[in-house]
């Protein structure tokens, strides 16, 4: 990601579009945590929401050079990633039905994916509730397709997997949506978006795996530095009305990620969740 990308990723989660003279002012927004940056509440493009994006990855490509590189490279390579299975998809570009499964697909261990639809993938356990792919721990109920581009519906709760690290970890969103564009022939799917807030109380459960990733580990005086640093950039309010409240300090975090997705074979084998990586930060990690 080039400096400034995250302006492009996410959605107006608040529905107020912050400039940085109204960060700096703090107007029109909840208020800004002690110690951050006056400009740290600004909107990236169109309005968009994404201070993880913002300040989170920013964080990470100083603590470890080509950082994303690798994530995309380990993506591409077989790494652990996220399976969609989107069902009762019907002709025409609107379907006001296409409820949808999401998974956890397991590493390929080295194998690379060819990405062409004849890959076979498997799904973790530990993405699933009592190890049953009818019943996964994220879904998407109310799914629904206009001018082909899936919505996952109203914005609400879901838990997205973070496939980012050797010891991925479960990102808990409010105000959440993800949508995708799905391609003609409906096997393939581009610009694909996740948002929503990252409350405040989780935000270390979701850095800590990103950081040992990138090398940082949990402890160590840059790690606790850059905990505390993160922890400055709230810009949203858990469980407000569009994740807003002028009258109170900001304690979730707006998310924007984003993804493309290429078809497989249909998943029909369920693997054990995988073994915590040992080695980088010891014990810590």
Not at 40 to 62: K, M, P, T, W, Y
Not at 77 to 102: F, H, M, Q, R, S
Request: hydrophobic fraction near 35%; charge should be negative.
């Amino acid at each position: 990601m080039i400096d400034g990308a995250w302006r492009e990723w996410g959605y107006d989660i608040d529905r107020v579009c912050t400039s940085t003279d109204d960060s700096i002012k703090n107007i029109g927004t909840c208020r800004r945590v002690a110690g951050a940056k006056q400009e740290s509440l600004q909107d990236g493009n169109n309005c968009r929401d994404n201070n993880f994006g913002q300040h989170v990855i920013a964080l990470a490509r100083v603590a470890s050079d080509g950082f994303e590189a690798r994530l995309v490279d380990g993506t591409l390579g077989g790494n652990a990633t996220l399976i969609i299975k989107l069902e009762d998809v019907d002709e025409g570009a609107d379907d006001p039905y296409v409820p949808a499964k999401l998974y956890s697909a397991a590493d390929l261990k080295g194998v690379a994916p060819k990405w062409d639809g004849t890959d076979v993938r498997t799904v973790t356990s530990d993405s699933l509730i009592d190890g049953t792919l009818d019943k996964p721990l994220t879904e998407f109920p109310r799914g629904y397709l206009v001018g082909n581009v899936w919505v996952s519906g109203e914005p609400g709760k879901f838990t997205i997997p973070v496939p980012v690290a050797d010891n991925p970890a479960l990102m808990r969103l409010e105000g959440g949506v993800t949508t995708f564009k799905l391609a003609p022939d409906r096997k393939s799917a581009s610009g694909g978006v996740i948002s929503g807030a990252l409350p405040l109380g989780d935000i270390e459960a979701v850095l800590k795996p990103i950081a040992i990733s990138a090398g940082l580990c949990p402890g160590s005086a840059f790690y606790e530095s850059t905990l505390k640093t993160v922890k400055q950039y709230p810009d949203l309010v858990s469980g407000a009305p569009n994740m807003q409240d002028q009258s109170v300090e900001c304690n979730a975090m707006s998310v924007g990620l984003g993804f493309d997705i290429a078809p497989i074979q249909p998943v029909v084998k369920v693997d054990p969740p995988p073994t915590p990586a040992p080695g980088k930060c010891g014990d810590a990690g």
